[in-house]
């Protein structure tokens, strides 16, 4: 059986490497706004065109836009069977029509795994962080490099570094972050599904500890 899941966490925390890798192990999408938005900009759509500003200022897209963007993406049928949010959603109003959205199809989320790690350690990841033109996969240049340089062991396609991954936006980015999205640990708290996970440690490490999470 499948999971819904929401991965929530800080930018740079972990939520797309362990995405790819649980994608493998349970055989669910992976549903990351942040590369639909990505897509969407660089297809200069319209949604792209409005998306574009806040994502260069490390501000959050208007909510409207991304609950759209959502409610399409889970409407297709690869989601029947489960699905990984992965930053969606970001605000607190995302999440109520979150609930509504898959209230209306007979769903629910499962687990919301929310992966911590420091500050220092985040602006360090984001900033290493290469990311595949092709499938979306990350490396890191010193902590998860791709075998062969600026080369996506995955697909084949070519590594950039994103423009919202230099030091200034990524400092714009966790303040965001503190103010608009850490409310949601406390909302999925109280409804009992918060998965707590020290998202310090090796990538297998906490792969392990996920499977660990999701399987009791
Ligand atoms: P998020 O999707 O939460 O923004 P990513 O999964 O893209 O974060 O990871 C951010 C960066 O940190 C990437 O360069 C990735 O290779 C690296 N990374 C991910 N997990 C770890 C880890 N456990 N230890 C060290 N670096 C990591
Ligand atoms: P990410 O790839 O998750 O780091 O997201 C990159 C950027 O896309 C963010 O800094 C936001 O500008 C935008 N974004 C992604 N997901 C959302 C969301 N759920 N709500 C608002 N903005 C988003």
Known sequence: ???????????????????????????????????????????????????????????????????EIIKDRLSLADTAAGFILDGFPRTVAQADALAVMLKSNGKSIDHVISMTVDNEELVKRVIGRLTCRGCGKGYHQ???????????????????QRDDDKEETMRSRLLTYESQTAPLIKYYSSLGLLRPVDGLGSIQEINDTLAKVLEG
């Open 1 to 67: 059986m499948g999971y819904n899941l929401i991965l929530l966490g800080p930018p740079g925390a972990g939520k797309g490497t362990q995405a790819k890798l649980l994608i493998e192990r349970y055989c669910i999408p992976q549903i990351s706004t942040g590369d639909i938005l990505r897509a969407a900009v660089k297809d200069q759509t319209q949604s792209g065109a409005r998306a574009k500003e806040f994502m260069d200022r490390g501000a959050l897209v208007p909510d409207d836009l991304v609950i």
């Open 142 to 160: 010193i902590f998860d490099p791709p075998a062969v340089k600026g080369v996506c062991s995955a697909c084949g396609a070519e590594l950039y």
